[in-house]
């Protein structure tokens, strides 16, 4: 078997893994002094190395970060392109990723006004999930 085709994706360093399975473990969107607290078992007690693996993570698209909580979630697909929209339940913090194709991001950065030149989208959902809505 080759090791380029293991399901794992890419090599992490020890305190990439270690975040990584936090946030899995979570199930919810956490903010980086959150993940501190729960790694610091592991040996891992420095904001930087918290946030240094954050965006390694991010960067290898295993972790994304929701720019209205200021927090982050381990990717639902392992790894991604990055190229989602997010629908967050206000009441729960469930999170699910919405893939966006090609057409979806073109059209979204078209609502740029001709002073910006856009370089990315973020775009967040909120509302309820169906465990929160009123019956």
């Known amino acids: ?3 380029a085709h293991h399901h794992h994706g890419p090599k992490l360093s020890r305190n990439q893994s270690e975040i990584l ?12 002094y959150a993940i501190l607290d729960r790694v610091r078992t592991a040996g891992i007690s420095h904001p930087p190395t918290v946030y240094r693996a954050l965006n390694e993570l991010m960067h290898k698209g295993m972790v994304h970060r929701l720019q209205s909580r200021s927090a982050f979630i381990a990717c639902d697909h392992g790894a991604c392109d990055g190229r989602l929209a997010f629908a967050i339940c206000r009441q729960c913090e469930k999170v699910v990723e919405i893939p966006l194709s090609d057409e979806d991001e073109a059209t979204l950065l078209a609502l740029a006004p001709e002073e910006i030149a856009p370089e990315q989208v973020t775009l967040e959902l909120a509302g309820l999930c169906q465990a929160c809505r009123p019956a």
Do not use: T, Y
Not at 21 to 32: Q, T
């Open 1 to 3: 078997m080759n090791a």
């Open 21 to 32: 399975s936090c946030l899995r473990k979570a199930k919810e969107p956490m903010s980086a």
